[in-house]
């Protein structure tokens, strides 16, 4: 059912670059570890990127939109048609990632991965399967060979943003539902019930949730997928935006390109990535920790650590983009500061 490259190996941290970054760190004008994570991140991207001058100068942004069928189960406070009025205000520069790429000098794409829009749409790259999703509640969301080109659509993306040398990647999505569905499908990863992982979404209430987490429950239930292969889940009640990002993380890693990890759907679509290729894992850099409920249990299970929380639940790519000065601080602090020897400060007795 998968394609070969999915399971591919991504390239191993370089140990040289990687101990060439800590002995540089150990030098450098400051006591040990007085900048705390941002020295350990300028040491994971100088392994990740085979380089002793980590950087995060050139990071484009790609935003994957789809439907969910699961939209008709009354699971979101917003109706469907904001999936592709946002595709429109993310083209014409209006959307919160829009200013943040202006902001941060990034180049934006968008892609349809899966949305109903039913013709294609300026500024907006259109590569998918269907028109949506199938309601997860009745009948599986994608068939197999749907899953594979959601998967080959996020490769896609990879690839043409690789033309221009990313240092990193940040990834977003847009899509009415997709809260529902990355909550159904971390449910399935990580043997939980709903009410553990299903949050408010773009705003819904305590009895919506509430509703959420049972037309979830049903759901998993209803499939069996429990415990399932990463991709049976994903056929199951997945998104195609979702499988899209999955697919673009693994892509990435086996170009050797670190990804700065959005939010609770992108986390969720990570830990998918992760199941299907492990190897990718030290490709993740977490950005932030959402407001959404289930998003510090990913996090968790990715087994990483965000570099900040200020309860952001937007999605888009947008808590990525936040987070990027700090990457690119955590950068310029190791290449640029001098060490104890080029500023004759003297160092510590050793």
């Known amino acids: 059912m998968l394609p070969e490259w999915i399971t591919r190996n991504c390239p191993a941290i370089s140990a040289l670059h990687r101990e060439a970054a800590v ?9 040990t570890g007085a900048l705390g994570r941002l020295e350990q991140l300028a040491i994971e991207l100088a392994g990740l990127q085979a380089t002793e001058q980590p950087r995060a100068a050139r990071v484009p942004i ?3 939109a789809g439907d969910h069928g699961i939209v008709a189960q009354g699971v979101s406070a917003y109706p469907q048609e904001v999936t592709i009025a946002m595709m429109a205000n993310f083209a014409s520069g209006g959307a919160a990632i829009s200013v943040l790429a202006r902001e941060l000098g990034s180049s934006l794409e968008v892609v349809d991965a ?23 509640s009745v009948e599986a969301a994608l068939t197999p060979a749907e899953l594979v080109f959601a998967f080959e659509a996020g490769q896609r993306a990879v ?23 990355s909550a159904a499908i971390a449910a399935g990863l990580l043997g939980i019930s709903a009410e553990e992982i299903a949050g408010g979404g773009t705003g819904v209430d305590a009895a919506g949730r509430a509703h959420k987490a049972r037309v979830i429950d049903a759901a998993i239930a209803r499939h069996g997928v429990v415990g399932a292969a990463p991709e049976k889940i994903l056929c199951a009640v997945g998104g195609l935006e979702i499988a899209a990002i999955s697919g673009a993380i693994i892509a990435a890693a086996q170009r050797r390109i670190p990804v700065l990890i959005d939010g609770f759907i992108v986390s969720v679509a990570a830990l998918a990535a992760v199941r299907l290729n492990p190897s990718c894992h030290p490709y993740l850099l977490p950005s932030h920790q959402s407001a959404e409920q289930g ?7 990715l087994n990483v650590q965000p570099l900040i929380s200020l309860d952001l639940r937007l ?7 936040i987070a990027l000065p ?3 601080v955590a950068c310029a602090l190791h290449n640029g500061m001098a060490t104890f020897a080029e500023a004759n400060v003297p160092d510590r007795p050793s």
Request: proline residues 4%; glycine residues 12%.
């Open 159 to 181: 690839a043409r943003a690789e033309a221009n040398q990313p240092d990193l990647l940040i990834f977003g999505e847009m899509g009415i539902g997709n809260t529902t569905a």
């Open 114 to 136: 899966g949305t109903l829009a039913q013709q294609e749409m300026a500024g907006i790259v259109t590569d998918k399967p269907r028109h949506g999703t199938r309601d997860f």
């Open 62 to 64: 790609i935003v994957f």
């Open 295 to 301: 998003h510090r249990l990913v996090l968790r299970a």
């Open 315 to 321: 999605g888009e790519g947008s808590g990525a983009a």
């Open 23 to 31: 002995l540089r760190q150990a030098q450098l004008t400051k006591p």
């Open 326 to 328: 700090l990457v690119r």
